[in-house]
């Protein structure tokens, strides 16, 4: 007796969790895939990594002497330990210049999965992405020239482009920001929500499922979607009137419309929109209600779909901090000008 | 007979280097402890090093949010990934301001063994040492009141310093600075110097062991001697006429004399002196000679000498990259002002 009683609970749990991933998969959410191999397919199509690679390309993204001053890396702005961002509005760069548009540096955390790259979706892959902030004259203020010259003038760095590409390589710019695409390609966190999707029932909580569903129901999901949860689209306008809407001058794209930004691990990247003017998640939920979906988000469905976005909240990557190449007589100086 | 020669020449041999290890510690050159037991009561004499807090101690190490701007960390200026410092000339901090005496950031290796810190060695120890920076306006810009609200704003910070300290520990700057230090202390690399001098004859090639010869010779170790290979006195007249002097208005301690720096990875250190105004090693050998030694020293002495300091390029500890708890609704907002 106490045995069917058992079996009847369980079946209908197990009804209620696949129907909620079916609603959830209906609605165009996908799990980064639980296989080895499968998201080798998803993060790198062209089957370009290697431990060699991501080992050095790692070493490029925390190496200050890209950027003209010696001072910022691609993890001053985008820290692998801080949520793959900066916790700042707009970011802040070479000679503490703010950027200009007010932009808010978005995590590198799961970029793989945008279909495009920035904020205005300009540049279609991580690899051309990584070439931008490093010129930009508010980022990294480097040149090609002067990022290729410091690579090159390091022993150990060159030995280790001729392991990862062979003797032959020519170690370009290109080659060095291709590097660090590849690496930041590796960058993804499975959460409690991809266990969920990939069949492990008890991976949500009750709390968190109802966010889930609430989510879905609300609308959230229309533009937040894909395995990136975000990052496949360009829907807001960015014309549009809304609260501290008039900080900053971003464009948008073509369109005038903005990036729709991944929600993995949105509890670790306040403040929140391009321009980081929303400082709470809760506020960003009832903001996004009212301009994207016409709706008046309750404080209650908004604290559910938060409970929903804590289980995005994915296990990053463990990172050996590396340890760089030496400088030789040859690497061009810092110039903190 | 080969039997007998065999020996001789060993023995040979064995005198040689002992003779030189004799001579080396003579000249007050000490090897960081081969025994761990040794090494733990010379870099933590009070016995307060655990695991716990180590692991603590890194995370504020890296946390640009104990900064006003929550751009800079401890680790921006003293990178672990560069030798322990920023490889620029003067240090920039808040606002891109150059320090205002034009110091140059000393490494964070092996300073455990200074007898004091900073360039005028004002500070007996590193738990003092790091309260200086994190305050000073040119640096991190930090009040005590920030530091501490920012570490206390974060329960999973709270719930690291209980399980350091125990569950009624009190939070403040000192206690966060402390923590620091303590992980400061860990960070020691031992060398082919040191393996020499502990008794492994074959860690110094034939040019390395000449070199420490002719370091021993012309004079160098007598401001350059104990564990840290400097780090023991203040030394340097801060008023006397040399090549680059005139850059920088820093005036020394209260005798106008500047901190003896440890020589341990100086190779990985450049630019060099209390102004980072010497680029090349060898200039900065030949002009210590000048001005500290009244010698003139040869090109061949200088290289010789260049030849033993790269057997202080010790071997760094293998940092696991810490992953920062999230700031909370009460974390202090970034300042960049």
Not at 92 to 120: C, E, I, M, R
Request: aromatic share 6%; glycine share 8%.
């Amino acid at each position: 007796m106490i045995k069917t009683i058992s079996l009847v609970t369980l079946t209908t749990t197990l009804l209620m969790a696949s129907s909620l991933t079916k609603d959830a998969a209906n609605a165009g959410l996908v799990p980064i895939p639980a296989s080895n191999a499968e998201l080798l397919k998803l993060i790198d199509p062209k089957g370009l990594i290697t431990d060699a690679k991501i080992e050095l390309g790692k070493k490029l993204y925390f190496d200050p002497r890209l950027s003209k001053s010696g001072f910022i890396s691609c993890n001053s702005c985008h820290n692998l330990g801080e949520g793959g961002d900066d916790g700042i509005a707009a970011a802040v760069g070479h000679k503490w210049t703010v950027n200009p548009h007010h932009l808010n540096s978005p995590s590198v955390y799961n970029a793989v999965f945008n279909d495009k790259q920035f904020w205005d979706g300009r540049s279609p892959d991580l690899e051309d992405q990584a070439q931008g902030p490093i010129q930009a004259a508010p980022e990294m203020a480097a040149t090609k020239e002067h990022v290729s010259a410091v690579v090159n003038s390091m022993p150990a760095y060159l030995a280790e482009f001729k392991n990862a590409y062979g003797k032959d390589v020519n170690v370009t710019f290109e080659k060095i920001t291709d590097t660090i695409g590849l690496f930041e390609r590796t960058l993804v966190t499975p959460s409690a929500f991809d266990d969920f999707m990939n069949g492990d029932e008890n991976a949500l909580s009750k709390e968190e499922k109802a966010g889930l569903q609430t989510f879905i129901t609300v609308g959230c999901a229309t533009c937040h979607n894909g395995v990136g949860v975000g990052g496949g689209m360009n829907s807001l306008n960015v014309t549009a009137t809304y609260k501290h809407m008039n900080v900053g001058d971003f464009k948008g794209d073509a369109n005038g419309m903005v990036r729709v930004p991944t929600l993995r691990n949105v509890t670790q990247t306040a403040p929140y929109f391009h321009n980081g003017q929303i400082v709470t998640l809760k506020e960003a939920i009832v903001e996004m209600g009212r301009i994207q979906l016409g709706t008046a988000i309750t404080d209650a469905q908004a604290s559910s779909i938060e409970d929903f976005l804590k289980a995005l909240e994915g296990r990053k990557p463990k990172i050996d901090f590396p340890m760089l190449p030496t400088s030789s007589a040859t690497t061009p100086k810092p110039d903190l000008n």
